[in-house]
């Protein structure tokens, strides 16, 4: 018969069990988020700039966002008296270079290799669509802008871009290639995203993209690109200026 | 003569060590995407006496330009922190100790007590079971906190898809102080904690861990004993603090 412990035998030996694990747990804790810091980094490619493992979670979340969420949510909208007037700017990567007024074409590239050439009048001419929403930039804050175009939408059914609309991305670039951004077909088709050549009823100024950007409310700024100078179309990731630096590639909000 | 009394459930354990280490990365990545419009202060008539948060602050830690290094992980350990206290509340909720963490009628006034005590202004011990009044209030708070946390953090991370949140929280830039506020919460949480396990001592300390304490019961002729039998039961008895 096994002699039973006393009670200072069994506070000594659960005390070590359980500091034992405790450590232990510590320890692997530690090893852990040390082999997440040295985790090989992804492979450069649409994104780039995490570590692997990390950047398989920011994917899968995208993927439960897109399966478990709708993409027929309306942005909140306000009215015109709630609109900034001093509007901020953010960023100028792709405006260095100067804007050739006449001979300016919005570039799409289509399927069968043909590209269109459209011109602002062209583009002015299709129906309007105002929109005055709280613009949410991925830094943190947020401004009540408004702003007019053309909803993406109508401009792919205007220019039967329907077959390219049935791909998973597009992909837009300013003139420069110097900004670029991929978009999800459902977000880009939503009915708030406008090709934009206005804001506050004034043409776009030269630092918000004139003369013509990117309104995605369903997206942080960082995918409202400024100054549009050829979109594409594609089944896989296009490139995209921030999420080569790190950052999520839907970014949706 | 000294025996074995239990305190902690493994299950309550695990919880609690799990989420120390997520909580503290949640804040630390936290830290890394405010510093991007790190717009918040308190500013009392005109006078800015503190400021979130001071060049040297984000010097020292290493801070700046890492939002997108801060994202990806307070996007990645969001879940665990979630799930954590998910997994908590329901295991309260199942095992009935919820009973002895959530304040009573009485819970208000009693930590009244509680904090006179501790602040050695009163010299009798207020009632209590497993926790006290004051612990009661707190350990119920920091939950509801990180619900508080979960709901902003939401807010502003999808307000499209969670624009009914966003009104919950009183707006889309209300919902981020809201939620830089709490996080605040937890650091003078953090704070008050330890300095009050560093005085409860080792045999409260050691609880949270092995899951018992060590209590000294009067010889057996005085002593009730019902003390000593117990061992299973804490909610029946007469706890030390924390």
């Known amino acids: 018969m096994k002699k039973e412990l006393t009670t200072e035998q069994k506070i000594t030996r659960r005390t070590l069990i359980s500091f ?37 979670v920011l994917d899968g979340n995208e993927t439960l966002f897109r399966k478990v969420f709708s993409d027929k949510n309306l942005v909140k909208t306000y009215p015109k008296s709630a609109a900034a007037r001093n509007v901020r700017v953010n960023g100028n990567v792709g405006l260095k270079q100067p804007v050739d007024t006449i001979n300016w074409r919005l570039k799409v590239l289509k399927n069968n290799g043909d590209t269109l050439r459209i011109t602002m009048a062209d583009i002015r001419k299709l129906p309007k669509t105002e929109l005055i929403f709280d613009f949410k930039c991925i830094e943190g804050w947020s401004q009540v802008t408004h702003w007019g175009g053309v909803k993406l939408i109508d401009f792919v059914s205007y220019y039967h871009l329907e077959k390219e609309a049935a791909m998973e991305y597009i992909s837009l670039v300013t003139p ?78 | 003569m000294k025996h074995i009394r239990e305190k902690h459930s493994l299950a309550i354990r695990w919880f609690h060590w799990i989420n120390f280490p997520v909580l503290a990365i949640m804040i630390w990545s936290g830290i890394l995407i405010y510093w991007a419009n790190d717009e918040y202060h308190i500013t ?28 990806s992980w307070h996007f990645m350990f969001m879940w665990l922190f979630a799930i954590n206290g998910f997994l ?64 902003t953090g939401l807010a502003i991370h999808k307000p ?66 019902l003390t000593k039998i117990q061992t299973q039961k804490p909610s029946n008895e007469e706890g030390t603090n924390n």
């Open chain 2, 44 to 71: 009392i008539a005109g006078n800015r006496f503190l400021v979130f948060f001071p060049e040297w602050f984000y010097k020292t830690f290493k801070i700046s330009f890492r939002l997108a290094e801060g994202m």
């Open chain 1, 176 to 253: 420069d290639q110097q900004y670029y951004v991929g978009i999800d077909m459902a977000s880009a088709l939503h009915p708030q995203t406008l090709l934009c050549y206005e804001m506050n009823d004034k043409e776009l100024p030269l630092n918000q993209g004139y003369p013509l950007r990117l309104i995605i409310p369903v997206k942080y700024g960082i995918k409202s690109l400024k100054r549009i100078g050829t979109l594409s179309f594609s089944k896989e990731r296009p490139k995209d200026y921030w999420a080569e630096r790190g950052y999520d590639y839907y970014s949706g909000l």
């Open chain 2, 160 to 225: 499209v898809q969670f624009n009914w949140l966003v009104y919950l929280c009183g707006g889309y830039s209300l919902a981020r102080l809201e939620h830089f506020a709490l996080t605040i919460g937890y650091v003078l949480f953090f704070l008050v904690h330890i300095i009050q396990v560093i005085l409860a001592g080792w045999n409260n300390f050691r609880s949270v861990i092995t899951g018992f304490e060590v209590v000294d019961s009067p010889g057996s002729s005085t002593g009730n004993p």
């Open chain 1, 20 to 56: 034992s694990v405790f450590i232990l747990a510590a320890i692997l804790f530690v090893l852990g988020w040390k082999w997440l810091n040295n985790a090989p980094k992804e492979q450069p490619g649409a994104t780039a700039g995490l570590r692997s493992p990390v950047r398989k």
């Open chain 2, 88 to 151: 908590y509340v329901l295991y309260t909720i199942i095992s009935g100790e919820w009973r002895l963490l959530v304040p009573g009628r009485r819970s208000f006034k009693e930590a009244w007590q509680v904090l006179l005590h501790d602040l050695h202004i009163r010299k009798t011990v207020p009632p209590q079971k497993k926790y006290n009044a004051a612990q009661r209030i707190a350990y119920t708070a920091i939950i509801v906190m990180g619900l508080g946390s979960l709901i």
